[in-house]
C-alpha cells in the first residue's frame, strides 16, 4: 500500500527524496531516531545508549504508549531468576514447546528459540535498570491476579491439551505497584516503563514528546537518512494542548461506554479533543537527521477505526485496547519507503470471563446453540475463536447456583475492583433469567433443541459419565440445572461485556535484524521496525505479557543491528 491508495487512512505523507542533503535545513542530528518511545523504543534506546551511540526518541504523546497504559506484565520463562525463587520449574526448550502451539509459524523456529534462550536474561536486564519484579507466586488460573501477586500463568498452561506439549509453567511476571494501587489492571505498565525510561534518560537519551512524525526522507538510493515532524514552538500552546487532551482523556477513562449516561460525557470529550486538535495547526516543521538508522516502535492500529475496518472488519465491533497513539502511524511510515505489512488483518480479541471462576465452569454456547470452546482457555483465545469462527457472538450459560458462587469468588479481596463489578453488572443487569431451557433458548433467540442437547451433553462431563471433547476435566464443570438457567451475552459487541481488541500485524522484517524488508524482501537501508510496528512473535496469538516481551525483545534486536552494521 502507499499513500495514494484510497485505503491509507493515515496522515502520513509520501517519502520525501533528497538529491543533496544540503537541500533541506536539519534541525538536529542523532546516530539513532526511535519513533515512538514506548516498550520497544525504550528497550531500544537503552540497547543504543549502551552501545556507544547518541539516540533521540520522538513521541507524539507523553511516551509510554500501551505499554504504560497495560497491565505490566512481561511474559518470561525458560528459568528465570524470580521462577527459580518462587520454585516454578521452568527450561528453554518448555517455553519454546509451549509457545510454539501459541506462535505457531508467525516466525522462524530459530527466532523464537533465540527470544526463548534471551527471555531469563533480559528479566536481569530489566531489574538492572531498575524495573521492581517480585517472586509472590499465584498458581491458579485466572486472567489477572490480586494485588499482592506478581508471578503468575499468563496464558494456557493450566489447560489439559496444552499440558500434553509443555508442563505448566507461571511466566507472567507482574511489575511491582503497591496494594492499593495494584487493585485495577490498567495503567500499571509504568512499574516497567518509567524505570527504563529513567535509566535512559540519565545515560543520555534526548525526548521529544508531543511531537509527530509526518515523514521519511531518503536518498536517491532510497535509503533513509532523516524525518520530518510537527512540534510546538510556543510553550503556551503546548500546554494548552496538554491540558484540553488531558481532561478529554480523563472524562473518557471515568466514564468508559458501560456507564449510563456516557454518551454525554463522551460527546463532551470529543469536543475537548476538537479544541486541543486545534491548536496542532499552530505547530511548525522540523527535519531531523539519523546517522545509522531510524527505529520505528510507534504502537499498533487500533485506534485507527478506518484502518480495522479495512483490514480486519470482524474486529470492528471490539472495545480498541492502548492509546490514540496506536493509529498505525508507524506501520505507514514503514510502507511509505515500499516496507510490505503482513498479517493486517490478525488481531485479539480478550473475552476474558475468569474471575469468577464459577463463570468459566459454565458452558459457553453460539448461536446456533452449540458448544465450541473450553471455557477454561486464556481470554484471547476464547476471543479470538469467538469472532474469527462464530460471527464475534456467544452466550454464556450458567445456573442460579452458578451465579450465586460466581458472587462469592469476587467477593471482598477474592478479585479486584474491576473484576467484581464487571460479574456483578453483567448477573444482575446484562443476564437472561428462564425457568425451562425452551423458554431461555426463546429470550435469546437460539435454537432450543441444541441448547437443550448441549446442556444434556455437559452434565454428562460434570458427572464424569463422559470425557470432554475439548479437553475439560471435570473439576472444571459443573452440573446445569434445567431449570433455573440463566444467560449472559459475551458477543464481541456485548453492551455490558467490553471486549479488548488489539491489532497484532505489521511491518515485514529480516528477523536476525529487524531490517523493515521490501517487496523483494531485501532490507530497506536505514529502517528498523519493533514492537506492534513490526511482525513478532506476538503476532499470531497474544498471551498476557507476551507483547511487551516482544518489544523488549524487538527493539534491543534492532538497537543491536544497528550498530554492528555501523562497525562493518
Not at 491509507?8 to 533528497?18: A, M, T
Not at 531500544?44 to 497495560?70: F, Q, R
Not at 443476564?431 to 448441549?454: C, H, Q
Request: contains cysteine; glycine residues 8%.
Amino acid at each position: 500500500m502507499k499513500p495514494d491508495d484510497m485505503n491509507w487512512h493515515s496522515d502520513i505523507e509520501p517519502k520525501l527524496i533528497l538529491k543533496t542533503e544540503s537541500d533541506i535545513i536539519w534541525s538536529s542530528t542523532a546516530d539513532v531516531i526511535i519513533v515512538g518511545l514506548g516498550g520497544a523504543g525504550v528497550a531500544a534506546a537503552l540497547e543504543s545508549i549502551e552501545t556507544g551511540n547518541s539516540v533521540l526518541a520522538i513521541d507524539k504523546y507523553e511516551t509510554g504508549g500501551a505499554t504504560k497504559a497495560s497491565g505490566g506484565v512481561i511474559y518470561a520463562g525458560g528459568g528465570t531468576s524470580l521462577q527459580v525463587e518462587a520454585g516454578v520449574k521452568d527450561t528453554v526448550e518448555n517455553m519454546f514447546n509451549y509457545l510454539k502451539l501459541e506462535t505457531r509459524d508467525i516466525v522462524s523456529d530459530q527466532t523464537l528459540k533465540d527470544f526463548c534462550n534471551k527471555s531469563a536474561p533480559t528479566v536481569d536486564w530489566l531489574i538492572d535498570h531498575g524495573v521492581d519484579l517480585r517472586s509472590t507466586l499465584w498458581k491458579y488460573k485466572t486472567s489477572y491476579p490480586a494485588p499482592k501477586y506478581f508471578l503468575y500463568h499468563s496464558d494456557n498452561s493450566l489447560i489439559k491439551n496444552y499440558k500434553k506439549n509443555a508442563f505448566p509453567a507461571a511466566r507472567g511476571h507482574r511489575g511491582y505497584v503497591p496494594e492499593k494501587q495494584g487493585a485495577k489492571a490498567t495503567n500499571l505498565g509504568g512499574s516497567l516503563f518509567d524505570p527504563l525510561k529513567a535509566s535512559a534518560i540519565k545515560k543520555g537519551l534526548i525526548i521529544h514528546d508531543f511531537t509527530e512524525v509526518r515523514q521519511l526522507i531518503t536518498n536517491k538510493k532510497n535509503e533513509v537518512i532523516g524525518l520530518k515532524a510537527y512540534q510546538f514552538n510556543n510553550k503556551i500552546e503546548l500546554q494548552e494542548y496538554k491540558k484540553l487532551r488531558n481532561k478529554a482523556l480523563k472524562l473518557l477513562a471515568l466514564f468508559p461506554p458501560i456507564v449510563p449516561g456516557s454518551k454525554y460525557f463522551f460527546k463532551k470529550a470529543m469536543s475537548l479533543m476538537e479544541k486541543a486538535n486545534d491548536l496542532l495547526n499552530k505547530r511548525k516543521e522540523i527535519y531531523i537527521r539519523s546517522n545509522k538508522g531510524i527505529i520505528l516502535s510507534a504502537g499498533g492500529f487500533v485506534f485507527n477505526r478506518k484502518m480495522v475496518e479495512y483490514y480486519a472488519p470482524k474486529y470492528s465491533e471490539g472495545y480498541p485496547l492502548g492509546t490514540e497513539g496506536d493509529n498505525g502511524s508507524g506501520i505507514r511510515l514503514g510502507q511509505s519507503v515500499g516496507g510490505i505489512a503482513k498479517n493486517m488483518d490478525r488481531m485479539t480479541a480478550w473475552r476474558f470471563i475468569n474471575p469468577p471462576i464459577s463463570f468459566a465452569k459454565g458452558m459457553i454456547i453460539n448461536t446456533d446453540g452449540k458448544r465450541f470452546i473450553n471455557e477454561m482457555v486464556y481470554g484471547a483465545t476464547l476471543g479470538v475463536e469467538m469472532t474469527e469462527h462464530h460471527n464475534g457472538s456467544a452466550w454464556m450459560i450458567l445456573d442460579k447456583k452458578l451465579v450465586k458462587k460466581s458472587l462469592n469468588d469476587v467477593s471482598k479481596k477474592k478479585a479486584l475492583a474491576f473484576q467484581r463489578a464487571l460479574a456483578k453488572l453483567n448477573i444482575y443487569f446484562g443476564s437472561k433469567k428462564a425457568n425451562s431451557v425452551a423458554s431461555l433458548a426463546k429470550l435469546i433467540g437460539i435454537n432450543a433443541d441444541n441448547l437443550l442437547k448441549e446442556i444434556i451433553e455437559y452434565n454428562k462431563i460434570a458427572k464424569g459419565e463422559t470425557i470432554d471433547p475439548f479437553g475439560k476435566t471435570k473439576n472444571e464443570t459443573a452440573e446445569l440445572s434445567l431449570d433455573n438457567i440463566v444467560a449472559i451475552d459475551i458477543s464481541l459487541n456485548a453492551k455490558l461485556f467490553p471486549c479488548p481488541t488489539l491489532s497484532l500485524g505489521g511491518l515485514s522484517v529480516n528477523e536476525k535484524t529487524g531490517s523493515v524488508l521490501n517487496e523483494e524482501s531485501l532490507p530497506i537501508k536505514g529502517l528498523y521496525a519493533a514492537g506492534r510496528n513490526a511482525v513478532g512473535v506476538a503476532s499470531w496469538c497474544y498471551v498476557s505479557g507476551l507483547s511487551i516481551a516482544d518489544c523488549i525483545y524487538s527493539g534491543r534486536r534492532a538497537a543491536t543491528s544497528i550498530n554492528c552494521k555501523s562497525e562493518s
